[in-house]
């Protein structure tokens, strides 16, 4: 199995920045993807950015220019850094991997969430 820890989510000012981090660990052989999700009260769950084992990467429209994602595939490490943030950004943000754990066997997880919240 494979577990992720999730990191960095706090209160912020508009305006301020944070890092997130997600740490998967387990009995993983590749790891395809890593991405962040969110999800604010009452709205569905929406992709954030999410980054592929050749390196491409993809944003949502709504964090363009302020969100940049990273990953460290020594330590199966994704990063978000968030700048800029707005009250629109407040939500619990998850962690998902999609990995390998054997051959010809792939299966997604999710962390459990940290959360995000942006106010004056």
């Known amino acids: 199995q494979v577990q992720l820890v999730e990191s960095g989510g706090s209160s912020v000012h508009p305006g301020g920045s944070l890092t997130l981090s997600c740490a998967a660990s387990?009995?993983?052989?590749?790891?395809?993807?890593m991405a962040w999700y969110r999800q604010a009260p009452g709205k569905a769950r929406e992709l954030v950015a999410d980054?592929?084992?050749?390196?491409?990467?993809t944003y949502a429209d709504s964090v363009k220019g302020r969100f940049t994602i990273s990953r460290d595939d020594a330590k199966n490490t994704v990063y978000l850094q968030m700048n800029n943030l707005e009250p629109e950004d407040t939500a619990t943000y998850h962690c998902?991997?999609?990995?390998?754990?054997?051959?010809?066997?792939?299966?997604?997880?999710w962390g459990q969430g940290t959360q995000v919240t942006v106010s004056s």
């Open positions: 998902n991997v999609d990995a390998v754990v054997e051959p010809g066997y792939e299966n997604i997880y």
């Open positions: 387990g009995s993983i052989i590749t790891v395809v993807s």
């Open positions: 980054t592929w084992s050749r390196g491409a990467t």
